[in-house]
T-cell receptor, first 115, second 113 residues
Framework: EAGVTQFPSHSVIEKGQTVTLRCDPISGHDNLYWYRRVMGKEIKFLLHFVKESKQDESGMPNNRFLAERTGGTYSTLKVQPAELEDSGVYFC?????????????FGQGTRLTVV | GDSVTQMEGPVTLSEEAFLTINCTYT??????LFWYVQYPGEGLQLLLKATKADDKGSNKGFEATYRKETTSFHLEKGSVQVSDSAVYFC????????????FGSGTQLTVLP
């Protein structure tokens, strides 16, 4: 069974440009999460999809970030326009349920560098 | 809100040394507790978990016990190997409506031969 896959693995863009990150969750997982780790700090929650619906987007830093999950399958996270402080590692995770003991499976992450 | 405080790194040990990485948490109710590990070039992997007080999670020689009285979930291993070099993250999933994980800042472990 394929795990969670993320594209690209690395991205270097200039300030002001647009970048789109993609996440393919494990097949059958309705729950999809985006997280971010900035500057070696803690991994912070960005948002949570249940199928195609945004369940919780309280962690999105500002309106330059737009996440979508059309059809309830893969998800994209667009940053437009990118700023220097957006640099970090963006993780995607998926799970079957949301019970508190449910394991979340993570992708390898996308390392975004804004210069 | 929920929070996780994790021992600052980096930690450097010799092979076969004893490892402890401290983790304490703040949460309402009875959260589930997790340790995730990120090996170089790989994604986050669940290492172990515990879902109620006094539960002990264990995997690959690592152990952690859910201590409600001290709100702690310290990670231990009796004899580390070079292959254990990685970043370790303590995390919790709370009992409220939010279903996301709350992570600590991560601890970089380097094991020298």
């Amino acid at each position: 069974e394929a795990g969670v896959t993320q594209f690209p693995s690395h991205s270097v863009i200039e300030k002001g440009q647009t970048v789109t990150l993609r996440c393919d969750p494990i097949s059958g997982h309705d729950n999809l999460y985006w997280y971010r780790r900035v500057m070696g700090k803690e991994i912070k929650f960005l948002l949570h999809f249940v199928k195609e619906s945004k369940q919780d987007e309280s962690g999105m830093p500002n309106n330059r970030f737009l996440a979508e999950r059309t059809g309830g399958t893969y998800s994209t996270l667009k940053v437009q326009p990118a700023e220097l402080e957006d640099s970090g590692v963006y993780f995607c995770a998926s799970s079957q349920g949301t019970e508190r003991n449910t394991e979340a499976f993570f992708g390898q992450g996308t390392r975004l560098t804004v210069v | 809100g929920d929070s996780v405080t994790q021992m600052e790194g980096p930690v450097t040990l010799s092979e076969e040394a004893f490892l402890t990485i401290n983790c304490t948490y703040t949460a309402t109710g009875y959260p589930s507790l997790f340790w995730y590990v990120q090996y170089p070039g790989e994604g986050l992997q669940l290492l172990l978990k515990a879902t109620k007080a006094d539960d002990k999670g264990s995997n690959k020689g690592f152990e952690a016990t859910y201590r409600k009285e001290t709100t702690s979930f310290h990670l231990e291993k009796g004899s580390v190997q070079v292959s254990d070099s990685a970043v370790y993250f303590c995390a919790l999933r709370g009992t409220g409506s939010a279903r996301q994980l709350t992570f600590g800042s991560g601890t970089q472990l380097t094991v020298l031969p």
